[in-house]
């Protein structure tokens, strides 16, 4: 619990707080609360390629040929889902990597070690790394997984919708046919 004078102070420093002012720097903030991206409305985050998405999503659409509003809307889902579950299995084998890299010292650093009676400088962090530590390093990939698992069962609900709609469009058109058929005499 803080003091009124101190909430005083912040409540004042805050107000004279003017924020990113250029437009580069108010991007860089936008990003501040996106720390591995499972949960992001953003759909494409800095570690991705918009012309990979952009390939991605023209296949998935060629295989799925939405023929309606309904059905294009299903499969932008489809497609972003699908997205985003490739982004969480990428980020689960670099967790696991960053966690078997920290359990097990390379053979460098440990002749490092011995021969310099130092420790090796210390590396970029890489994607495992940033993501372990996002979560604290508890449960890391528990928690990858169940991210995951939530993005699968979406997915799947997705397509079964889909698969669905697509069915009934089918069954409604040959219903539409039969019955022209029997008005004409075919």
Request: charged share 30%; with cysteine.
């Given at each position: 619990m803080i003091s009124q004078k101190q909430l005083t102070a912040n409540q004042n420093n805050a107000s004279k707080s003017t924020g990113p002012r250029s437009k580069k720097g108010k991007?860089?903030?936008?990003q501040n609360a996106i720390k591995h991206g499972l949960r992001t409305e953003k759909l494409i985050i800095d570690s991705e390629s918009e012309e990979n998405f952009d390939l991605h999503q023209d296949?998935?659409?060629?295989?799925?040929?939405?023929?309606?509003?309904t059905e294009l809307m299903l499969a932008d889902r489809i497609v972003e889902l699908s997205w985003r579950l490739q982004r969480a299995n990428r980020f689960r084998t670099a967790a696991f990597s960053s966690l078997q890299?920290?359990?097990?010292?390379?053979?460098?650093d440990k002749l490092l070690k011995s021969v310099q009676g130092q420790e090796p400088p210390p590396e970029e962090p890489d994607l495992g790394d940033i993501i372990v530590n996002d979560f604290k390093g508890t449960r890391v990939l528990e928690r990858l997984l169940m991210y995951e698992r939530r993005i699968e069962n979406s997915l799947r609900k997705m397509m079964l919708d889909f698969q669905r709609l697509k069915l009934l469009r089918q069954y409604q058109s040959m219903t539409a046919a039969e019955q022209s058929c029997q008005e004409n005499d075919c």
């Open positions: 991007e860089v903030v936008a296949q998935m659409l060629e295989d799925l040929k939405p023929a309606c509003p890299k920290r359990a097990v010292p390379t053979k460098l």
